[in-house]
């Protein structure tokens, strides 16, 4: 019996890891020679060995561990060499002290140094630890904030330590007040990410194009931002989306912003109210850095250099010329191979002036297929005056298709010849069904030469009796191959255009064939109608009507008693915004730095206006009350524009 009591202790050793010694006394009381010499008990004693036996093997077995919960927690800094907010730092290296192992990542982006160094800190990992090293000399009686904004995570879960900056001064004392705010694209009040927020001590307008700032920030993806450990005294704020990353404004295609007043930061007081019971309320004061809700306007000034950006001639009687932005002035244009005393061109343009075409009116011209151009236009010269600017250009045609073979209809024969078939001036299609506040246009593909306006009828259908009614026949006067039938449709009629043949010649003495076109008026009770009602106008505001899209789908000034009504509108959601637009010029202009001019201020109604058929809505409105916070939370946070 003792043999046996010697195998099964031993087999136990190499089965448990971990061996308690109160379980292996028990074992080994169990095999006792007072109980094995007992036979009646024989048979119990090992049953309850065996139980005992499992129960230590199901605790000792190895098996894939089940993980726990995941870890969502954010590095947690320990301690740093120096400590942060130190005074008289005279190093050239900081360690930062996480709980536990750490990455850093798009640091050179992300990592924003305040005051702005000429040699960047060379920012490592080494395990937990984080290295800042220093490539220049550091200022003195200067305090320094380095802002790693989200650049910083834990090692195996990714979890990102949001907004952590570290302090400190290489003088005698630490500067510790605060500018915060918020900065929105001014022409539509989008948060704006990853641009700088700068504070300048100078006060001198040159400063933002001469000058690196004292204090920076860069804002979130929110628009939020914190300029940190700001001295006493006034200051000028502006903000910059650096291309070049220089930290000073001196490229026409950044976008920029700065605050009409100098800001003086401060420690206020605000109070927030806790109720302590239902019946009892407590004012509570709390300590906050002033100002806090700052709000700048991002802004792209006019600025742009103007040049040419493409030049095309797809065809042999028309050249296009592509801007980079609308001309200021018509486009000037002298032919300098072949020369010409006559009229040789129709110009025309689009609506924002940056395309310009020339359809070709003298033969000469049109069969040459080199043509030597000079075009004239506007630019600003190095001290931003407009002078005129002479481009001298060749206008090639090259000659494209089947090799010019004559063309044979299949199934013919070779002694058949084919009749060519006669070419029409044809419109594009026009619509079918149309608003009743909207016109009914002609496009041509080819400048009109002359039209005969007695050819030209316009019917109402009256059950089946066409009674003709009088109509203007106009020239849009940008777009010049657009016509419109201008006549005051009544809403749920049917009307008939016709134009006989030959009725309307192009330059190129194309004449259009036959047309008779139908279209019907959507009917009155397919329209909503939206009054609005404005509390405290101002003069020069102008309301919109948005689209899903935000784009304009009516506009009128308010009047002074802010009362307007816009009819005939098609079921959907709308979006009211209403703009100061201080020149009256019916639209959204921005900003000149130079000038000291804002981009005009912008107001939209919080929430979309939802019209349906036959039905009237009445909104009223207290733009003064504007929440720019709230307006974005509700429809700019989510994706970066308008929510959806």
Sequence with gaps: MKNMQNIIVQYLNKKVIILLNPLCSFVKFLCAPSWLNNPPNLALNFSLFIILYSLIYSCASTGTPSGGLKDETPPVMLKSVPPINSLNFQGKEIIVYFDELIQVKDVFQKLVVSPPMNKRPVVSVRGKNLIIRFEEELQPNTTYTLDFADAISDNNEGNILDNFRFSFSTGFDIDSLVISGILVDAADLSPVAGAFVMAYKNLSDTAFRTQVPLRLAKTDKEGAFSIQNLAEGEYRIYALEDVNR?????????????????????????????SIAPDSVHIHQYQVFLPDSLELFLFKEDNDPQYLKDRKRQSRNKIDYIFNIPLRERLQIEAIKPKSDKEWFIYERNIINDSISLWLSDSTFIKNDSL???????????????VLKKDTLNAYFYETGGGGGSQRRRGRSETETETPEKEFLKPADMKRTLELLNELEIVFPTPVSNYDLSKLKLFQQVDTVRVPLKFNFIQDSIRMRRYVIDYPWEPGEKYIFTADSAAITDIYGLHTNAISHSVSIKALDSYGIMYVDIINPCENWLLQILNKQEKPVRQAYIPANGK???????PGDYFLKIIDDVNRNGKWDTGNLSEEIQPERIFYYLEPVNIRANWEIKVEWTPDEFDMYEFIQRNRKKSGGRGR
């Design 372 to 386: 030597v151009v000079s075009i004239s236009y506007f630019v600003r010269d190095s001290i931003e005056q407009f």
């Design 246 to 274: 220089n930290y000073f404004y001196d490229q026409p295609g950044e976008r920029i912003a700065w605050h009409s007043e100098l800001i003086a930061p401060s420690v206020g007081y605000r109070e927030r109210v806790d």
């Design 564 to 570: 307007i009504a816009f009819p005939y509108l098609s």
